[in-house]
């Protein structure tokens, strides 16, 4: 059983930096494309990156292009979100997801507010 397991989340100010993890079991995951995502309250959800197994390449939403990098670690299983410069609009709960799976984690909550 495919399981997704987000950690890292939680209440920063404006301008500071958090580092998303998400850690993969019963999967091969070094063999399939990662994604992010975001959704806020009241919004819908959001893209906010994704990568290709051996990281050959990534995309980024615009609304986070220059700010957040998706990387990830084959050897232990777990693809990392990091965060910088984050504004109070980046709040939201964030999810990684197995897209040729679709599956999905639970979920993080990410609030940045003063």
């Known amino acids: 059983q495919v399981q997704l397991v987000e950690s890292g989340g939680g209440l920063v100010q404006p301008g500071e930096s958090l580092r998303l993890s998400c850690e993969a079991s019963?999967?091969?995951?070094?063999?399939?494309?990662m994604r992010w995502h975001r959704q806020a309250p009241g919004k819908e959800r959001e893209l906010v990156a994704v990568?290709?197994?051996?990281?050959?390449?990534?995309h980024y939403g615009d609304s986070v292009k220059g700010s957040f990098t998706i990387s990830r670690d084959d050897a232990i299983n777990t693809l990392y979100l990091l965060m910088n410069n984050l504004k109070p609009e980046d709040t939201a709960v964030y999810y990684c997801?197995?897209?040729?799976?679709?599956?999905w984690g639970q979920g993080t909550q990410v609030t940045v507010s003063s």
């Open positions: 997801e197995v897209p040729t799976l679709s599956t």
């Open positions: 019963g999967v091969a995951f070094s063999m399939f494309t």
């Open positions: 990568i290709t197994p051996t990281s050959d390449s990534t």
